[in-house]
């Protein structure tokens, strides 16, 4: 079973995410709503993908904290956003990013 860690500071999605992944077979094995948390936690729980919301909690993005997280274990990293594409960061994210969501949670389809 794949090992997945939610990085994302509203509860609500917290939850509504960990319910589908585990719907579709992933085990969530834990969540932080920051990014020093999420440090904390991902090296306790050893994952083996990390979904991150770009804009969270902290003195560090989403964005930053998966180079970091890059750099120490190589972990693959899916961003979470409601930004739209062309405003995501200027450019700030890497070419190692395994893909990127839009959060259809802030949405209404």
Not at 6 to 26: C, F, H, N, P, W
Not at 31 to 58: C, F, R, W
Not at 79 to 95: D, F, P
């Amino acid at each position: 079973m794949i090992k997945v860690f939610i990085v994302e500071d509203e509860i609500i999605a917290v939850e509504s995410l960990t319910v589908d992944l585990q719907k579709i077979g992933y085990e969530v094995v834990g969540s932080a709503n920051d990014s020093e948390k999420a440090l904390i936690k991902i090296n306790q729980t050893s994952p083996d993908l990390v979904l991150i919301d770009i804009n969270i909690k902290g003195e560090k993005d989403g964005i930053v904290l998966a180079e970091e997280l890059r750099n120490i274990n190589s972990i693959p990293v899916v961003y979470l956003t409601a930004m739209l594409m062309k405003k995501l960061y200027q450019g700030r994210l890497k070419l190692f990013l395994l893909d990127i969501l839009l959060n259809l949670i802030k949405f209404k389809i």
